[in-house]
């Protein structure tokens, strides 16, 4: 996948639909008029239909908290819109728009059916993605987790990690971090479990490491599907999720077992006998020749011994 760097100069243009064209701006004074009043239009301050306004982008939140929706869209009652949201045209379909930022709130108005206080600009598909990164940077109530799922959409994109850094105003360390983390946690599962707003940077990197344990992952991604995740707060998923992948698999615990010792009547160890998941492993010495002579009346040994085990499951059925 060839990455995309927004920030150079020196590339040519790209060919194909991830980029608006832009027509070539009239010169003069039309052209300084117009950029004039352009400029003016895209401070200004519209009231468009809520209906008009598609989503576009990258995803920015993971699910919607009940009790937050409700407190905004009691303070839109109250107040009304304070505070703008950001659009652009929409790319193939006159006269409608498409989201950059302020999801939240285009969402709490269109469900109480109020026109939306918008700002709209011209801005490619490139133009977008550094717009609604750099107003996420601003937000305070965006978790680590979301920071994260946003750079790991970006890289799959095609976006650098030099334009992902600049999209959230962060270095490359923790472009690093991020993207670790929101390539680990696919972004159906981060669905799931939510933004985890008390859940930092630390304690999600400690989750990624886990994975390397075999089965770690599937264990503790399957908790999710499980009627108890679904009461649990977003925090608390997190580190249910956590718990599980720490936990030794049953086979791991299995195979932890340690050897148990066989020895003669005379209390001399002649060797020992682990247990496991899929059976038991007997390890003789053969200091003494024992192990050799073993070995050559191991049939008839385990096939009387199988018969004994049969009969007494035999009388332990009669009674």
């Given at each position: 996948?060839v990455?995309?760097?927004?920030?150079?100069?020196a590339?040519?243009?790209?060919?194909?639909?991830?980029?608006?064209?832009?027509?070539?701006?009239?010169r003069g004074?039309?052209?300084?008029?117009?950029s004039?009043l352009?400029?003016?239009?895209?401070?200004?301050v519209?009231?468009?239909d809520?209906?008009?306004?598609?989503?576009?982008?990258?995803e920015?939140?993971?699910?919607?908290?009940?009790a937050d929706?409700?407190?905004?869209?009691?303070?839109?009652?109250?107040?009304?819109?304070?505070?703008?949201?950001?659009?652009?045209?929409?790319?193939?379909?006159?006269?409608r728009?498409?989201?950059?930022?302020g999801?939240?709130?285009?969402?709490?108005?269109?469900?109480?059916?109020?026109?939306?206080?918008?700002?709209?600009?011209?801005?490619?598909?490139d133009e977008?993605?550094m717009?609604?990164?750099?107003?996420?940077?601003?937000?305070?109530d965006?978790?680590?987790v979301?920071?994260?799922?946003?750079?790991?959409?970006?890289?799959?994109?095609?976006?650098?990690?030099?334009?992902?850094?600049?999209?959230?105003?962060?270095?490359?360390p923790?472009?690093?971090?991020?993207?670790?983390?929101?390539?680990?946690v696919?972004?159906d599962?981060?669905?799931?479990?939510?933004?985890?707003p008390g859940?930092?940077?630390?304690?999600?990197?400690?989750?990624?490491k886990?994975?390397?344990a075999?089965?770690a992952?599937?264990?503790?991604f399957?908790f999710?599907?499980?009627p108890?995740?679904?009461?649990m707060?977003?925090d608390?998923?997190f580190?249910?999720?956590?718990?599980?992948?720490?936990?030794?698999s049953?086979?791991?615990?299995?195979d932890?077992q340690?050897p148990?010792?066989?020895?003669?009547?005379g209390?001399?160890v002649l060797?020992?006998i682990?247990?496991?998941?899929k059976g038991?492993?007997?390890?003789?010495?053969?200091?003494d020749?024992?192990a050799?002579?073993?070995d050559a009346?191991?049939?008839?040994?385990i096939?009387?011994?199988?018969?004994?085990?049969s009969?007494s499951r035999?009388?332990d059925?009669?009674q």
């Amino acid at each position: 996948m060839v990455r995309k760097n927004v920030l150079s100069t020196a590339l040519p243009p790209t060919t194909g639909d991830t980029k608006r064209p832009k027509a070539p701006a009239p010169r003069g004074a039309v052209g300084a008029l117009q950029s004039s009043l352009s400029k003016l239009q895209e401070n200004a301050v519209q009231e468009i239909d809520a209906t008009q306004i598609d989503d576009a982008g990258v995803e920015d939140r993971l699910g919607h908290d009940h009790a937050d929706h409700t407190a905004l869209m009691d303070s839109l009652k109250t107040y009304g819109q304070q505070v703008p949201v950001l659009l652009r045209p929409h790319a193939t379909k006159r006269g409608r728009f498409e989201i950059v930022y302020g999801r939240r709130r285009l969402r709490a108005l269109k469900e109480l059916g109020q026109p939306v206080k918008a700002m709209v600009r011209q801005l490619s598909d490139d133009e977008l993605i550094m717009a609604q990164g750099q107003e996420n940077t601003a937000r305070r109530d965006l978790s680590f987790v979301e920071k994260a799922s946003f750079a790991a959409q970006l890289e799959a994109e095609g976006y650098d990690r030099d334009t992902i850094a600049a999209a959230l105003s962060i270095d490359q360390p923790m472009v690093s971090r991020m993207l670790k983390v929101g390539q680990a946690v696919p972004l159906d599962v981060l669905r799931k479990i939510g933004p985890a707003p008390g859940i930092g940077r630390d304690r999600w990197l400690a989750l990624v490491k886990l994975f390397d344990a075999k089965g770690a992952r599937n264990r503790a991604f399957a908790f999710l599907d499980t009627p108890d995740a679904s009461t649990m707060t977003s925090d608390n998923r997190f580190e249910a999720i956590f718990a599980r992948a720490k936990a030794p698999s049953a086979k791991a615990t299995a195979d932890k077992q340690p050897p148990r010792a066989l020895r003669n009547s005379g209390g001399t160890v002649l060797g020992d006998i682990r247990p496991s998941r899929k059976g038991v492993t007997l390890n003789i010495s053969d200091k003494d020749g024992f192990a050799q002579w073993l070995d050559a009346q191991a049939d008839t040994l385990i096939a009387e011994l199988h018969d004994r085990w049969s009969a007494s499951r035999s009388e332990d059925e009669d009674q």
